[in-house]
């Protein structure tokens, strides 16, 4: 099962990250107040990021978009609030008639937009750079960007043909490599080469071609950029990339960055080259608890009061080191008889 199609209560990686997309927020407002924003998203059937943008920021101009009308009329049901509004249109869709589908809607009147364009498709990612650099072209200063990929390895790579000699993983990675300069073309970063087709490789040259897509948007002599905030990594089933923004006047990027208090923000990237890999093991209630309380203690000491290394393929010791920075995020999913 991938990553998109799985349920969303096991799906915390991507709990994580939009609770820390929340948390960016709520930074962000100490810059700009958002409560006169309007929130765009796909938002799938749940309209998880709706709800909490309402709750916790208290937007109210809400819209909700999806090509499946099957998923828009559940958006419909699921709506948090009667003003959030749910269409069924493609993300081109949006970017290309974005003014039309905002005044159409109710919410032209909206001190800025968030927008979050949460893509799946490997096999578009061109399609989905062109977007995101026609979409960040149309805004104004203030308003805020978030973009996903899929960044899995094998997703790019052709599939290994069972009962065929396994190809050596320097023959994989540069055919992945000529296939993906195929994929993005005249997004490739200058710098990109078959040796960043790996785990850790992929997700840093795809944030780099946004970096190109915003060179595009913002010639270097214009006075604004677009300026990213926060960048991460992480994988339910399927690893994802995920970019978090905001176009500003280049005179002042260091008093966002202050205003924000980006320094002391763990999560917080300060270029294309920040990523934050997100490690978010399936944790019992219990578990949690103990780890939470041994947070300051040795990671050896705490792997042995357990008394286990990992949870399925997560190890402890590398789940520690970046859980004390997010663990106030980290989803209680508890089961309940109604």
């Not at 409560?35 to 916790?56: N, T, W």
């Not at 749910?86 to 039309?100: H, I, M």
């Not at 026609?134 to 996903?148: E, F, M, P, W």
């Not at 997010?326 to 508890?334: A, G, H, Q, S």
Request: aromatic share 10%; proline share 5%.
């Amino acid at each position: 099962m991938s990553g998109s199609a799985l349920p969303y209560h096991l799906r915390p990686h991507k709990a994580v990250d939009r609770r820390l997309f929340i948390d960016l927020l709520t930074r962000f407002e100490r810059w700009r107040p958002l409560h006169q924003y309007a929130y765009i998203s796909m938002g799938a059937y749940p309209l998880e990021d709706h709800k909490m943008v309402h709750r916790v920021l208290g937007l109210k101009r809400l819209l909700a978009f999806d090509y499946d009308e099957d998923i828009v009329n559940r958006q419909k049901f699921n709506r948090p609030i009667s003003t959030c509004k749910c269409v069924q249109a493609t993300s081109g869709e949006v970017v290309q008639d974005f003014d039309a589908i905002l005044k159409d809607n109710g919410i032209d009147d909206a001190a800025g937009v968030i927008v979050w364009l949460d893509y799946t498709d490997p096999n578009k990612i061109h399609l989905q750079l062109r977007e995101f650099e026609t979409l960040i072209d149309k805004l104004a200063v203030g308003d805020v960007v978030r973009v996903t990929v899929n960044a899995h390895f094998s997703e790019y790579a052709d599939p290994v043909v069972p009962g065929q000699p396994r190809p050596l993983r320097t023959e994989r990675q540069q055919q992945t490599f000529v296939k993906l300069q195929r994929r993005i073309a005249d997004y490739l970063p200058s710098t990109a080469s078959a040796a960043d087709m790996t785990e850790e490789g992929l997700p840093l040259l795809l944030a780099h071609a946004f970096g190109v897509a915003v060179h595009n948007a913002f010639q270097p002599t214009s006075n604004t950029t677009f300026k990213p905030l926060s960048i991460t990594r992480y994988a339910d089933g399927l690893q994802m990339l995920t970019i978090t923004g905001t176009i500003v006047q280049r005179k002042d990027e260091r008093e966002l960055v202050k205003a924000l208090d980006l320094k002391n923000w763990p999560f917080a990237s300060k270029d294309w080259k920040k990523i934050h890999h997100l490690v978010v093991p399936a944790l019992t209630l219990r578990e949690r608890l103990f780890l939470e309380r041994e947070l300051g203690g040795r990671a050896d000491r705490i792997v042995k009061k357990l008394g286990f290394s990992s949870t399925a393929d997560v190890s402890i010791r590398d789940f520690l080191k970046s859980y004390k920075d997010y663990y106030r995020f980290y989803p209680t999913l508890l089961s309940a008889d109604i």
